[in-house]
């Protein structure tokens, strides 16, 4: 069974700094990858980020420069640094942890998401 937790979402203004958070239920180093995807209401849900169990770090475009992905193996935590917000950015932020044995065989498990809202 596994449980992931987001927390520190919130309201901020455009240009301003959030920090989301995501607890999991065991190590996060059983994982072949961690990361963060974001979903509006009628959209599907967007990749934003991600980390791999060897420190790798992948991120969508608008998000680059801006964003930064990060881990705490002894806290089972991974982290979305979030500056230089813009409207756009906004959405429901999900966590996400990965499990491959091959291309074919693959798991996903998500936490149930917490909201970031930015304002013009």
């Known amino acids: 069974q596994v449980q992931l937790v987001e927390s520190g979402g919130g309201l901020v203004q455009a240009g301003g700094s959030l920090r989301v958070s995501c607890a999991a239920s065991?190590?996060?180093?059983?994982?072949?990858?961690m990361g963060w995807y974001r979903q509006v209401p009628g959209k599907e849900r967007d990749m934003v980020a991600t980390?791999?169990?060897?420190?790798?770090?992948n991120y969508v475009d608008s998000v680059k420069g801006r964003f930064t992905i990060s881990r705490d193996s002894a806290r089972n935590s991974v982290y979305l640094q979030m500056n230089s917000l813009r409207p756009e950015d906004t959405a429901v932020y999900y966590c996400?942890?990965?499990?491959?044995?091959?291309?074919?065989?693959?798991?996903?498990?998500w936490g149930q998401g917490t909201q970031v809202t930015v304002s013009s």
């Open positions: 065991g190590s996060i180093l059983s994982f072949n990858e």
């Open positions: 980390i791999t169990v060897g420190g790798t770090t």
């Open positions: 996400n942890a990965r499990t491959w044995s091959s291309p074919w065989s693959k798991r996903d498990y």
